[in-house]
């Protein structure tokens, strides 16, 4: 069993920043990808940004320069620099993971983002 959990979250004017961290309750090693999702209300859950343990890289095509995926491997956690926000931005981001071992999906519970003069 895996846990994730995210924070960071928040309220911010357009053209700000945030960042969001994802931390695992294991060694991220053992993780085949982490990814974040976000979903906006009455829309359906969407990739952000992934990064899998083969160093690929992937980001949704609106957020390309501006929102960045990383990870602390000390830490176990993984994080979402997100810079000049857009209120188009505004959802519940979501921290995704596989397991190498299991191939099994997990979840954490959502932080709001939201975007808004």
């Known amino acids: 069993q895996v846990q994730l959990v995210e924070s960071g979250g928040g309220l911010v004017q357009p053209g700000g920043s945030l960042r969001l961290s994802c931390a695992a309750s294991?060694?991220?090693?053992?993780?085949?990808?982490m990814a974040w999702y976000r979903q906006a209300p009455g829309m359906q859950r969407e990739l952000v940004a992934s990064?899998?343990?083969?160093?690929?890289?992937i980001y949704e095509e609106s957020v390309k320069g501006r929102f960045t995926i990383s990870r602390d491997n000390a830490k176990n956690t993984q994080y979402l620099q997100m810079n000049s926000l857009k209120p188009e931005d505004t959802a519940v981001y979501y921290c995704?993971?596989?397991?190498?071992?299991?191939?099994?999906?997990?979840w954490g519970r959502g932080t709001q983002v939201t975007v808004s003069s």
């Open positions: 990064h899998s343990h083969f160093g690929i890289t």
């Open positions: 294991i060694s991220i090693f053992r993780l085949r990808t």
């Open positions: 995704n993971a596989v397991d190498e071992a299991t191939s099994i999906n997990y």
